[in-house]
């Protein structure tokens, strides 16, 4: 699986603007339920074409800012670890903790 870190908020506007699909996961370095989480997505990522969903990873520690703007911009809660699957701008999905399913996902891709 090949993220691409989520550094700033013009990866954010960007994100916003983009046609299609992409996904941020939210995650905090600090918190064992959020590696578990991150592990289990990873293991599942090869559902993922990521040519076409990019796959977006947001340390929450080291960029609390952004994680802040993130669940601002698109209007959701923000949790960690968490997982917004983005359609044209708008979040569709919204997991977090043990509800966060690489399956879930990319059923709501397909």
């Given at each position: 699986m090949n993220w691409i870190n989520l550094t700033s908020t013009e990866q954010i506007n960007n994100i916003k603007a983009a046609k299609g699909y992409s996904i941020i996961f939210k995650h905090s370095t600090r918190c064992s339920i959020?590696?578990?989480?991150?592990?289990?997505?990873?293991?599942d990522g090869k559902l993922f074409d990521e040519n076409i969903t990019p796959l977006y990873f947001l340390d929450l520690i080291k960029y609390r800012d952004l994680s802040k703007n993130v669940a601002d911009?698109?209007?959701?809660?923000?949790?960690s670890p968490q997982l917004l699957l983005i359609k044209?701008?708008?979040?569709?999905?919204?997991?977090?903790?043990?509800?966060?399913s690489a399956e879930e996902a990319v059923e709501s891709i397909q």
């Open positions: 959020s590696m578990m989480a991150k592990r289990r997505f990873e293991l911009v698109f209007n959701v809660h923000h949790e044209n701008g708008e979040c569709i999905l919204d997991q977090s903790h043990s509800s966060i």
